[in-house]
C-alpha cells in the first residue's frame, strides 16, 4: 500500500469523525471509489489521480458544508497534497477533478478522463444508497411520500442524465435506475386520490 495515500485516507477518516459523517465513509466515499475503480481500468486512466481524487472530493464539504464544497475542496486538496509532498502536476490534476466533479457550472465541465471519471462515479454513487435521498427528504425535509417521490426523482434524474458522463457508468448501474423509476412510478400510482400522506421515521 502506497504509505502517502494511506495518510490521506487517515486524514479523511479523522475529519469524518471529527465532524459526525463517518457514515459518509461506507454510503458514499467506498461506493465511489469501487465505480472509479472500474472506469479506470476501462480508460487506462491514472490510478493516482482517481484515487487521490475520490478520497479529497468533497473534504470541502466534510469541513465547510455543501455550499461551493468543489472550490473549498480544491484549496484544501491542495495544502494536503503538498503537505504530504506530491508533485505540482499531480496536485492539479487532482484539483481539476475536485473543481469540475459536481458538473455544476456548464462553463467548468470535466475534461480530462480522469475527472470524466470522478464525475461519473460520484453520481454512479447515488444509485447505490437510494434509500438514504428518502430518509433525507421524510425526516430531515419533513417532505410527504408524494412530495419525497418527486424530489428524489429530480435528484436521481439529474445524476442520471446530467453527470454520469461516461456511458460505461450507465451501463453499470442501468438496472438500479430503471428499478427506482419502477418503484416510483407504482408508489406515485398507488397515491393517487390520496392526500399527502406523510412517513413516519423512528
Not at 487521490?52 to 475542496?73: A, F, P, Q
Not at 492539479?92 to 475534461?111: M, S, Y
Not at 436521481?156 to 430503471?178: A, F, H, Q, T
Request: with cysteine; proline share 2%.
Amino acid at each position: 500500500m502506497n504509505r502517502k495515500m494511506e495518510k490521506i485516507k487517515e486524514l479523511l477518516r479523522w475529519e469524518l469523525r471529527k465532524n459526525n459523517r463517518m457514515y459518509e465513509w461506507n454510503l458514499h466515499l467506498i461506493i465511489v471509489k469501487k465505480y472509479a475503480d472500474r472506469l479506470a481500468e476501462i480508460y487506462n486512466a491514472d490510478k493516482e489521480i482517481v484515487e487521490l481524487s475520490v478520497w479529497l472530493h468533497d473534504i470541502g464539504k466534510i469541513r465547510y458544508g455543501e455550499i461551493n464544497h468543489h472550490i473549498s475542496g480544491a484549496q484544501d486538496a491542495e495544502v494536503i497534497l503538498r503537505d504530504h509532498n506530491y508533485p505540482q502536476d499531480v496536485i492539479d490534476k487532482v484539483k481539476e477533478c475536485i473543481l469540475t466533479h459536481r458538473c455544476e457550472a456548464k462553463d467548468k465541465q470535466p475534461e480530462g478522463i480522469e475527472a470524466k471519471i470522478l464525475a461519473t462515479a460520484n453520481a454512479m454513487s447515488k444509485m447505490d444508497v437510494i434509500p438514504v435521498f428518502f430518509w433525507e427528504a421524510c425526516h430531515e425535509m419533513g417532505l410527504g411520500i408524494r412530495e419525497s417521490c418527486d424530489w428524489v426523482a429530480e435528484e436521481i434524474e439529474r445524476n442520471w442524465s446530467r453527470k454520469i458522463i461516461l456511458p460505461e457508468g450507465k451501463d453499470m448501474v442501468r438496472d438500479k435506475y430503471d428499478a427506482f423509476k419502477v418503484i416510483v412510478e407504482t408508489t406515485r400510482e398507488s397515491l393517487n386520490g390520496e392526500k399527502n400522506v406523510r412517513l413516519q421515521v423512528t
